[in-house]
């Protein structure tokens, strides 16, 4: 009988300061009109200085198992999804479960850009259908304020801080659960996202940091002509590996990066906005978090049923693309 994972709990973290357009206008050079109009963003929130991508995680993490109705040491596995880990290491998955439990569950940090999320359902769900684990916590988080800089005002207007988390569950016999993954990346397009030092390549100097080499650089335009691309592939050919067609799906939920090419994608389809998650205007771009953040509003407004189809998807540095289609209910 074929095992699935079904997305048994939900659970997100966001941090109580927001950073408002107009709060922006007194930082760097830009507008409320500007951002809007361009991103479609009007606030965003910003971790405190101990509010680390470990703490947000695990603040997700227990919401989420609560959600499932089991505990930390239920779990045979996390998997953390960040570009912003609190150290490089240890992992920030290590970090979550000693603020879980006392209980040794093994993990692991996942790095795929803003759609490191998705590769990390795909993953657990993998563990979970070949029977070495049955209850894996899978993690979105990421402080991106800690690598964004304020003296560039095309990407400082653009990030905030935020934690989601899944406990996917091994079920036998369900037609629900994740039903196919589409996974994507692209080398050639690494300079377009990057975070230049701080690895190996380019490791800390005085030089790197007089240079602002440990923020987040990225080319606009280019990685907005890839996003209008990428996102729709990826919604298409995850339903398609599903053996559904786009009319089937009942949600979409992309990853909150850009209104516009949220918009893009709306028209590619022709879906209805109902159909489509969008909450970029309270958050921005929280990473490997929008997706999370997204669904669980759409949750609590009562938009996600039993037995729908649910596609996440996201782009993001590496390049990567990719979704992940779920027929929901436990």
């Known amino acids: 009988?074929?095992?699935?994972?079904?997305?048994?709990?939900?659970?997100?973290?966001?941090?109580?300061?927001?950073?408002?357009?107009?709060?922006?206008?007194?930082?760097?050079?830009?507008?409320?009109?500007?951002?809007?109009?361009?991103?479609?963003?009007?606030?965003?929130?910003?971790?405190?200085?101990?509010?680390?991508?470990?703490?947000?995680?695990?603040?997700?993490?227990?919401?989420?198992?609560?959600?499932?109705?089991?505990?930390?040491?239920?779990?045979?596995?996390?998997?953390?999804?960040?570009?912003?880990?609190?150290?490089?290491?240890?992992?920030?998955?290590?970090?979550?479960?000693?603020?879980?439990?006392?209980?040794?569950?093994?993990?692991?940090?996942?790095?795929?850009?803003?759609?490191?999320?998705?590769?990390?359902?795909?993953?657990?769900?993998?563990?979970?259908?070949?029977?070495?684990?049955?209850?894996?916590?899978?993690?979105?988080?990421?402080?991106?304020?800690?690598?964004?800089?304020?003296?560039?005002r095309t990407t400082a207007v653009l990030f905030g801080d935020a934690a989601g988390a899944f406990v996917l569950q091994g079920k036998e016999g369900t037609q629900r659960g994740l039903l196919a993954s589409y996974l994507q990346a692209d080398g050639r397009g690494g300079d377009l996202l990057i975070e230049p030092a701080g690895g190996s390549m380019l490791p800390a100097s005085e030089e790197t940091v007089a240079a602002r080499q440990h923020y987040l650089k990225m080319n606009g335009n280019e990685t907005f002509r890839f996003a209008v691309k990428a996102m729709p592939e990826a919604v298409e050919e995850g339903l398609k590996k599903a053996g559904l067609a786009v009319s089937e799906m009942d949600l979409l939920v992309p990853h909150q990066a850009n209104l516009r090419i949220i918009d893009a994608a709306v028209r590619r389809f022709e879906l209805d906005p109902s159909r489509v998650v969008v909450n970029i205007d309270r958050y921005g771009n929280t990473s490997v978090a929008t997706i999370p953040l997204a669904l669980q509003e759409a949750r609590e407004q009562g938009r996600v049923h039993d037995d729908d189809v649910v596609v996440l998807c996201a782009f993001g540095a590496g390049l990567t693309w990719g979704s992940n289609v779920i027929r929901w209910g436990r």
């Open 1 to 152: 009988m074929t095992t699935r994972a079904i997305v048994a709990g939900l659970g997100t973290y966001v941090p109580e300061k927001i950073l408002t357009n107009q709060d922006l206008e007194q930082m760097v050079d830009t507008s409320d009109e500007w951002i809007v109009t361009r991103t479609g963003i009007k606030e965003r929130h910003i971790a405190a200085p101990d509010e680390t991508t470990s703490v947000m995680a695990t603040r997700a993490s227990i919401r989420a198992l609560a959600d499932a109705g089991i505990t930390a040491d239920d779990l045979d596995f996390i998997v953390c999804a960040t570009n912003t880990p609190d150290t490089i290491f240890p992992s920030t998955a290590a970090r979550v479960q000693h603020q879980l439990t006392t209980k040794p569950i093994p993990g692991v940090d996942i790095q795929a850009g803003c759609t490191g999320l998705i590769y990390g359902m795909e993953m657990a769900s993998a563990l979970i259908q070949s029977g070495a684990y049955h209850n894996i916590l899978v993690i979105g988080a990421d402080k991106l304020t800690s690598i964004t800089d304020y003296e560039d």
